[in-house]
C-alpha cells in the first residue's frame, strides 16, 4: 500500500482569492491520497482597523471560521507544507511571515528538516510580484530544512501562461476576480507535485 502523505497548507487570504487558490493545491494533494490540512493565518491589526477597510472585518470572520489557525503541531505534523500568501511589496504578507516566524522552536529541535516544502502567491496586477514573493519565502524554508519543490515545467498545465516554474499563482486584479481555471489547473498540479515528492522522502 502506498504510503499517505500528510501536507499542511497555510495560507494568507484577505479577499478569498488566495484562499480559493489554497483549495486547489488541496484538491491536488488529495487526488494523490494525501490528508491535508488548511488552515488560515490570522491578522496582526485589530478589529477596529479591519472595519475601516469595507469586507474585510466580514471576509476574515467567515474565513476563520472554516479554517484553524496554523500552529507549530501542524507543521511538525506535516510531511510536507505548501505555504500561501498575497503579495505585499513583493514580498510575503506578514500575517503568513508571523506564522513562519513562530516555528523557531521547531527549527532548534531540527523538526522541519527533510520535509517537503512549496509557496503560491497572489496578486492584483500582472507584475505585482508573484514570482519575488515565492522565491522570497525559499530563504526562510531553506532555514528552517525544507527541501524545496517548486512547480517546474512539469506537467502541460504549466505551459497555458499562468503560474510560474515557482509556485502557483493568481492575478486578481481590481475588484478581485478568478482564480482561473488555468491558474488553478496550476494550483493543483502543485499540490499533486509536492505530495508525490513527499510520498518519496516518507517511503521506508
Not at 471560521?65 to 511589496?89: K, L, M, N, Q, S
Not at 525559499?138 to 505551459?159: E, K, Q, S
Amino acid at each position: 500500500m502506498a504510503t499517505k502523505p500528510k501536507v499542511l497548507i497555510p495560507f494568507y487570504s484577505r479577499s478569498g482569492t488566495v484562499e480559493r487558490l489554497a483549495k486547489a493545491v488541496a484538491e491536488g494533494a488529495e487526488s494523490e491520497g494525501a490528508e491535508v490540512r488548511l488552515r488560515r493565518a490570522r491578522e496582526l491589526v485589530d478589529w477596529d482597523i479591519m472595519s475601516s477597510v469595507p469586507g474585510w472585518k466580514e471576509s476574515a470572520e467567515a474565513m476563520n471560521a472554516r479554517y484553524p489557525a496554523p500552529t507549530a503541531e501542524d507543521a511538525e505534523w506535516a510531511d510536507a507544507v505548501i505555504f500561501g500568501t498575497p503579495t505585499r511589496f513583493g514580498n510575503v504578507s506578514s500575517e503568513l511571515k508571523a506564522y513562519i516566524d513562530s516555528l523557531g522552536g521547531l527549527w532548534a529541535q531540527g523538526k522541519l528538516v527533510g520535509k517537503a516544502g512549496s509557496v503560491f502567491a497572489g496578486s492584483s496586477q500582472q507584475h505585482g510580484g508573484n514570482e519575488t514573493t515565492v522565491v522570497s519565502l525559499w530563504n526562510p524554508l531553506a532555514h528552517l530544512g525544507f527541501i524545496i519543490v517548486p512547480t517546474g515545467y512539469a506537467d502541460p498545465v504549466m505551459f497555458a501562461g499562468a503560474g510560474s516554474p515557482y509556485g502557483a499563482s493568481v492575478i486578481s486584479g481590481h475588484p478581485p476576480s478568478g482564480p482561473s481555471e488555468a491558474e488553478l489547473a496550476v494550483a493543483r498540479f502543485q499540490g499533486k507535485r509536492v505530495a508525490q515528492v513527499a510520498r518519496k522522502l516518507i517511503a521506508p
